[in-house]
């Protein structure tokens, strides 16, 4: 059974960092690329970023409202995904949910329950 | 930037056909994935590729997706598929793209 459990969220405030963590388990964790998506509270999904999988390089992609203060990395060691996130903003206050990520011709097949993240001061 | 639009709201009768519509430009040449999301919970993905349907999910749940619109449908619907339904495509520059999704009311 494959599961992704986030963690990490809670109450910050404008200009601060944050780290949410994503366990991963019942897949190769090494061979699975990986989403972070978020939902603002009320509102519709918004893809943040993906890691590609170490086999085909490991590299980053990030949407535009999150270029340069969000980084996305992962923990072989632990099977844990992570995101970084400096600068926030109130307009990242959301649910963030971590999800495998099969590529544009599969989706986005296994989600966490998401974590929320809270932006105020 | 590739835009995916999506009516706000569906409703149907218990055991009726529900139909949502995805529009964007020629989204044919496109991947579409659709996801239902229940109130509280995560999204879970009911079609991918245009048509092809996860292990588990149900045969009602079926899509399409021809020149510039996707639909999923959902035939013979239940109460429990009341929910949020997104469509997804790929798109080059803007990488994951949601639609804005529909929320479907069982009547």
């Known amino acids: 059974e494959v599961q992704l459990v986030e963690s990490g969220g809670g109450l910050v405030k404008p200009g601060e960092s944050l780290r949410l963590s994503c366990a991963v388990s019942?897949?190769?964790?090494?061979?699975?690329?990986m989403s972070w998506v978020r939902q603002a509270p009320g509102k519709g999904l918004e893809w943040v970023g993906r890691?590609?999988?170490?086999?085909?390089?490991?590299?980053?992609d990030y949407a535009a409202p999150v270029k340069g203060r969000f980084t996305i990395s992962r923990d072989h060691s632990q099977n844990t995904l992570f995101l970084q996130m400096n600068s926030l903003k109130t307009e990242d206050t959301a649910v963030y949910y971590c999800?495998?990520?099969?590529?544009?011709?599969?989706?986005?097949?296994?989600w966490g329950q998401g974590t929320l993240v809270t932006v105020s001061s | 930037s590739y835009v995916l639009t999506q009516a706000p709201s569906v409703s149907v009768a218990p055991g009726q056909t529900a139909r949502f519509t995805c529009g964007g430009n020629?989204?044919?040449?496109?991947?579409v994935h659709w996801y239902q999301q229940k109130p509280g919970q995560a999204p879970v993905l009911v079609i991918y590729?245009?048509?092809d349907r996860p292990s588990g999910i149900p045969e009602r749940f079926s899509g399409s997706n021809s020149e510039n619109t996707a639909t999923l449908t959902i035939s013979s619907v239940e109460a429990g598929d009341e929910a949020d339904y997104f469509c997804?495509?790929?798109?080059?520059?803007?990488?994951?793209?949601f639609g804005g999704g529909t929320k479907l009311t069982v009547l």
């Open positions: 997804q495509v790929w798109d080059n520059s803007d990488l994951w793209v």
């Open positions: 890691i590609k999988s170490t086999t085909d390089g490991g590299a980053t």
């Open positions: 590729n245009d048509s």
């Open positions: 019942g897949v190769t964790f090494r061979n699975t690329w």
């Open positions: 999800s495998t990520d099969s590529g544009s011709y599969y989706g986005l097949e296994y």
């Open positions: 020629n989204i044919r040449r496109k991947s």
